[in-house]
């Protein structure tokens, strides 16, 4: 089992990854986009994203949800390509549990750190730069 092998099992599950990262966001990028195109003011936009973020006005229930999602959304994914790579039964994935956790731990880590990067830099610098009051929500402060 080589480095390389993990590489190009990564590089292939990227959309699942980068899909989970941005499912997973789907708390804050509303704000933003509503904001950016001029569909939603400042103030109500806040409003949404602290009722998603934060689970304020009865909307607990979100962002727990769109963390399962997202996790089903990896683990689907990671599914998906090692039965088209040929690992279809027990037998097989048992021959091969090495690749599968190894990949599967990496693919989780960088989902994670996709969603982070993209949600707490990206999202909360473009909220800020749109006037959303987010400045306490930057990793740097």
């Not at 602290?50 to 962002?63: A, E, S």
């Not at 091969?96 to 969603?115: F, P």
Request: proline share 2%; net charge positive; glycine share 6%.
């Amino acid at each position: 089992m080589s480095e390389s092998s993990i590489s190009n099992d990564v590089k292939s599950l990227w959309k699942w990854i980068g899909g989970s990262a941005f499912l997973a966001s789907m708390c804050c990028f509303p704000s933003v986009v509503l904001v950016l195109f001029g569909f939603a003011s400042v103030s109500s936009a806040a409003a949404l994203s602290n009722d998603l973020y934060w689970g304020t006005n009865g909307m607990g229930w979100f962002r727990p949800v769109l963390t399962l999602l997202s996790f089903i959304l990896v683990v689907s994914g990671l599914v998906l390509y090692f039965r088209k790579d040929g690992i279809c039964t027990i037998d097989e994935a048992r021959r091969q549990r090495k690749r599968i956790l190894n990949t599967s731990v990496v693919a989780l880590t960088l989902a994670v750190l996709t969603y982070m990067l993209f949600n707490f830099v990206i999202l909360t610098e473009l909220g800020v730069a749109l006037d959303l009051p987010w400045e306490s929500s930057r990793l740097w402060n």
